[in-house]
């Protein structure tokens, strides 16, 4: 069987080595991207988090779930932005967090915030385990409380080894290879 996993531009994402005392959620922002859960984790820890993806006002999960945490402060709503603003912010943030509540397929944002030099702390959920390299490049737990305690430990990886990681794992140059070879195995039977 030949995977062929989503690739990126890797010349088109900055990368950063230096990091600041925040997180990135990125997605949109429904129940089954854990954004809750992501507010859990920023109070939890007390680190600032900035939200970026779209919310439909009229939504409950909206209104009664996210809006009322955001308080400008410890808990940011950044909206839907330019990905070099999301990049801006990605690069720099200590870690992206990604608590999914259902069998993501991919998870391009995870790949992305690798790509930046940002260490992903997920839950071990669809393509997770796949993607994040437990303790290489972020950290694949079980719960909100696992996922606030992983940031105490998110200096110990390295951000060359998330980027390297995506380098050798999800350029598109990769994904183009693997379908590729696939083809070619299809053809070849």
């Given at each position: 069987?030949?995977?062929a996993?989503?690739?990126?531009?890797?010349?088109?994402?900055p990368?950063?080595?230096?990091?600041?005392?925040?997180?990135?959620?990125?997605?949109?922002?429904h129940?089954?991207k854990?954004?809750k859960e992501?507010?859990e984790?920023?109070?939890k820890s007390k680190?600032?988090?900035?939200?970026?993806?779209?919310?439909n006002?009229?939504?409950?999960?909206?209104?009664?779930?996210?809006?009322?945490?955001i308080?400008?402060?410890?808990?940011?709503?950044m909206?839907?932005?330019?990905?070099?603003?999301?990049?801006?912010?990605l690069?720099?943030?200590?870690?992206?967090?990604?608590?999914l509540q259902?069998?993501?397929p991919?998870?391009?944002?995870?790949?992305?915030?690798?790509?930046?030099g940002?260490?992903?702390?997920?839950?071990?959920r669809g393509?997770?385990p796949?993607?994040?390299?437990?303790n290489?490049?972020?950290?694949?737990v079980?719960?909100?409380?696992e996922?606030?305690?992983?940031?105490?430990?998110?200096d110990?990886i390295?951000p060359?080894?998330?980027r390297?990681?995506v380098?050798e794992?999800?350029?598109?140059?990769?994904?183009?290879?693997?379908y590729?070879?696939?083809?070619?195995?299809?053809l070849?039977?």
């Open positions: 069987i030949i995977t996993y989503n690739g990126v531009n890797i010349k088109e994402i990368f950063s080595e230096k990091k600041e005392d925040y997180i990135v959620f990125a997605g949109r922002i129940p089954s854990g954004v992501a507010i984790v920023a109070k680190t600032k988090l900035y939200i970026f993806g779209s919310n006002i009229q939504d409950d999960y909206w209104a009664k779930v996210i809006k009322p945490n308080d400008g402060k410890l808990i940011n709503y909206g839907m932005v330019s990905r070099s603003k999301i990049f801006k912010y690069k720099s943030a200590k870690a992206f967090v990604f608590p259902w069998e993501e991919f998870g391009l944002v995870a790949v992305e915030a690798m790509a930046c940002t260490p992903v702390i997920t839950f071990n393509s997770m796949e993607i994040v390299k437990h290489e490049t972020g950290f694949i079980k719960s909100v409380s996922m606030s305690k992983s940031l105490e430990k998110i110990d390295d060359r080894a998330c390297k990681h380098e794992n999800f350029t598109s140059e990769k994904m183009t290879d693997r590729e070879k696939a083809y070619h195995k299809i070849n039977k």
